[in-house]
């Protein structure tokens, strides 16, 4: 059985950070990539930002947050981060991590609420 285990969502005020943890753990082969995704109230979920797992780590981000959020890997811990700087209401959302294997199969976690607001 999958999990995965996020953490650090929480409140900020504008202008400030926070950093997402998404530790993953159970049957997962090897990974490919892991990422988040967010959805805030009345919209769909958007991909924010990811990162390869195997070779370069390359990674990929939204444009809304390019420059502001940086995500990165821990491989030792099948573990990945999501460094949110410069935080604008905008960015509320509840915010998901997903990782997928090398045989293409998606896992999600259960989402941490980002609320953004002074």
């Known amino acids: 059985q999958v999990q995965l285990v996020e953490s650090g969502g929480g409140l900020v005020q504008p202008g400030g950070s926070l950093r997402l943890s998404c530790a993953s753990s159970?049957?997962?082969?090897?990974?490919?990539?892991m990422g988040w995704y967010r959805q805030a109230p009345g919209k769909q979920r958007e991909l924010v930002a990811v990162?390869?797992?195997?070779?370069?780590?390359?990674?990929n981000y939204v444009d809304s947050v390019k420059g502001r959020f940086t995500i990165s890997r821990d491989n030792a811990k099948n573990t990945v981060y999501l460094q949110m700087n410069s935080l604008k209401p905008e960015d509320t959302a509840v915010y998901y991590c997903?990782?997928?294997?090398?045989?293409?199969?998606?896992?999600w976690g259960q989402g941490t609420q980002v609320t953004v607001s002074s």
């Open positions: 159970g049957s997962i082969f090897r990974l490919y990539s």
């Open positions: 997903k990782v997928v294997d090398l045989y293409s199969a998606n896992y």
């Open positions: 990162i390869i797992i195997t070779g370069s780590g390359s990674t």
